[in-house]
């Protein structure tokens, strides 16, 4: 498999592989480097909320049982089976939360693609942002988070409260400029999420304030 791909290949490759998973997501899109727009990139991310629901079965004794069904994941074992997507010998994984594949396997487009489900607890705005990186820059948001007295657990933005500071308020952050306006800082466009971002002391990344609220590279929402 490629190292690396130019960028146009690999949103053209993400947008594909959107359509064919969106119906069986709340919400879909796309994070990384190819959010951020770089040049080239070695892989895919893909961040979703997948359809769930509940189910009549049976237990093995015959008693009617309700059982959650992950649709996404259902449809997902079939584009493996069908040979659109394949999983890689190296380092597997194919968790309940994170899975690695392989798009357009054994040929030229080859490339990686690491999709990331969006869970409860999970708030869609601190996952999107997160995911969508810079890992460092991600990494300066969370640092940021304890310095003002708050933290970024599970995926979700907490207000922490209590002298022993043992208790915390959960923040909604249902869009990514939420989290932003959690932490009391403007939103940043993807492009210019790159490096350590200090707020209180500025920060090269200055010039990527945005007060319009973000842009996505290609969304389902149902």
Request: aromatic share 8%; charged share 25%.
């Amino acid at each position: 498999m490629k190292d690396k791909i130019p960028l146009k290949v690999a949103e053209d490759t993400a947008k594909e592989f959107i359509e064919k998973i969106k119906p069986w997501c709340e919400r879909v899109d796309i994070a990384g480097s190819v959010r951020r727009k770089k040049a080239v990139v070695g892989d895919i991310e893909i961040v979703c909320i997948p359809k769930v629901s509940r189910v009549s079965t049976a237990d093995i004794w015959g008693n009617p049982i309700e059982v959650t069904v992950n649709s996404f994941d259902v449809e997902l074992d079939k584009l493996i089976k069908e040979g659109v997507l394949a999983r890689p010998q190296y380092l597997p994984r194919f968790g309940q939360r994170y899975k690695k594949l392989i798009a357009h396997p054994g040929t030229q487009k080859e490339i990686q693609v690491d999709i990331f489900e969006c869970l409860p607890p999970s708030h869609w705005g601190v996952f999107f942002t997160i995911r969508t990186g810079s890992a460092e820059f991600s990494h300066s948001l969370v640092t940021y988070a304890l310095e003002i007295g708050m933290r970024v657990k599970d995926n979700q933005l907490l207000k922490v409260r209590g002298a022993n500071k043992d208790g915390s308020d959960i923040i909604p952050c249902p869009e990514e400029i939420d989290f932003f306006a959690g932490l009391g800082i403007p939103f940043i466009e993807p492009p210019l999420r790159e490096g350590w971002y200090d707020p209180k002391h500025g920060s090269t990344l200055d010039q990527g304030i945005s007060t319009k609220g973000p842009t996505t590279v290609g969304v389902a929402q149902a």
